[in-house]
């Protein structure tokens, strides 16, 4: 059974740095694409960043471009996502998902997911 902890969010100001965690246990990490995903409160689950299992591709949604980076230790079964610049409307439950995929795909779809952390939150304070 595949499970996925997530860990390092918290309250940081606007302007601040946090830098999450995916921790990936009951499988090997290179099977998978990852995501990162995250809920805003009153707001659809959206996709913040994925990245290919042979980790050539990336993709950012639109908001987060040049501010956050998603990477890989496929070795440690690790997915950080390094997040700079916070802004308040970053505020939500972060999720992480893994999901099987063509090896140079970072699919940006929900439905190609099928592992989900519990989530963690990070608030932005203005």
């Known amino acids: 059974q595949v499970q996925l902890v997530e860990s390092g969010g918290g309250l940081v100001q606007a302007g601040g740095s946090l830098r999450l965690s995916c921790a990936v246990s009951?499988?090997?990490?290179?099977?998978?694409?990852m995501a990162w995903f995250r809920r805003a409160p009153g707001k659809e689950r959206e996709l913040v960043a994925a990245i290919s299992r042979n980790n050539i591709t990336t993709y950012y949604a639109d908001p987060v471009k040049g501010r956050f980076t998603i990477s890989r230790d496929n070795a440690k079964n690790m997915v950080p996502l390094q997040m700079n610049s916070l802004k308040p409307e970053d505020t939500a439950t972060y999720y992480c998902?893994?999901?099987?995929?063509?090896?140079?795909?970072?699919?940006?779809?929900?439905?190609?997911?099928?592992?989900w952390g519990q989530g963690t939150q990070v608030t932005v304070s203005s």
């Open positions: 009951g499988g090997t990490l290179i099977r998978f694409a």
């Open positions: 998902a893994a999901g099987p995929a063509v090896a140079g795909r970072a699919p940006t779809s929900q439905s190609a997911y099928s592992y």
